[in-house]
């Protein structure tokens, strides 16, 4: 009688484990491998020489003048994917006051000669803490820094961004944004 009501019980569980726990989980890596394989595969970008660069996914931490900078991310240590969150500071906590106003130091430290108004997103963190982003605000407020410390012509650097540069999804959502690693790397490659 115990057998006859545990036997129900034991093949849902094995068949449930089956399906749930192998078949559906491998339909899914094969539509997204098939469909989506660069996303996939974590939007890695790759070197001519095969190396990993970067995913175009993740943002990265970059400091140097010579480089655009990113959106301060807010994981432990920087960066970090395995352990993506927000900082979860609210407008009325310390702590992102003093963040914020380390980030406006370091910007006016970089290009002293600047007197733009900085775009917010070089000054907070996204939600995620990751983001590989910057708006075309940010970008541009960054230019003539980059352009000079790099001797390169200020025309010379809106073209990179212009080319680095994502538009809006479907062409109605959200504002068009710049890829920081993408965009470095061009600035890397441009042959004066």
Same mark, same amino acid.
């Given at each position: 009688?115990?057998?006859?009501?545990?036997?129900?019980?034991?093949?849902?569980?094995?068949?449930?484990?089956?399906?749930?726990?192998?078949?559906?989980?491998?339909?899914?890596?094969?539509?997204?491998?098939?469909?989506?394989?660069?996303?996939?595969?974590?939007?890695?970008?790759?070197?001519?020489? %095969?190396?990993?660069? %970067?995913?175009?996914?993740?943002?990265?931490?970059?400091?140097?003048?010579?480089?655009?900078?990113?959106?301060?991310?807010?994981?432990?240590?920087?960066?970090?994917?395995?352990?993506?969150?927000?900082?979860?500071?609210?407008?009325?906590?310390?702590?992102?006051?003093?963040?914020?106003?380390?980030?406006?130091?370091?910007?006016?430290?970089?290009?002293?000669?600047?007197?733009?108004?900085?775009?917010?997103?070089?000054?907070?963190?996204?939600?995620?803490?990751?983001?590989?982003?910057?708006?075309?605000?940010?970008?541009?407020?960054?230019?003539?820094?980059?352009?000079?410390?790099?001797?390169?012509?200020?025309?010379?650097?809106?073209?990179?961004?212009?080319?680095?540069?994502?538009?809006?999804?479907?062409?109605?959502?959200?504002?068009?944004?710049?890829?920081?690693?993408?965009?470095?790397?061009?600035?890397?490659?441009?042959?004066?």
């Amino acid at each position: 009688m115990l057998f006859a009501q545990l036997r129900p019980a034991i093949v849902s569980f094995i068949l449930f484990t089956v399906l749930t726990g192998v078949l559906y989980p491998l339909l899914v890596t094969g539509i997204a491998q098939t469909a989506f394989h660069k996303r996939a595969e974590g939007s890695l970008i790759v070197s001519a020489d %095969g190396k990993i660069l %970067g995913s175009s996914l993740i943002g990265q931490n970059f400091d140097d003048p010579k480089y655009f900078w990113g959106r301060i991310s807010a994981t432990s240590p920087a960066y970090n994917a395995s352990s993506s969150s927000g900082s979860n500071l609210g407008p009325s906590n310390p702590a992102l006051l003093d963040e914020v106003k380390g980030r406006i130091s370091a910007l006016k430290a970089a290009d002293p000669g600047n007197n733009d108004p900085i775009p917010v997103d070089l000054v907070t963190s996204s939600g995620s803490g990751l983001d590989p982003h910057i708006s075309l605000a940010a970008a541009r407020y960054q230019l003539a820094r980059v352009a000079r410390v790099r001797g390169l012509s200020a025309d010379a650097v809106q073209q990179i961004i212009d080319q680095n540069t994502q538009g809006r999804l479907l062409g109605i959502l959200g504002e068009p944004v710049v890829n920081v690693l993408q965009v470095n790397l061009a600035l890397d490659q441009y042959k004066k």
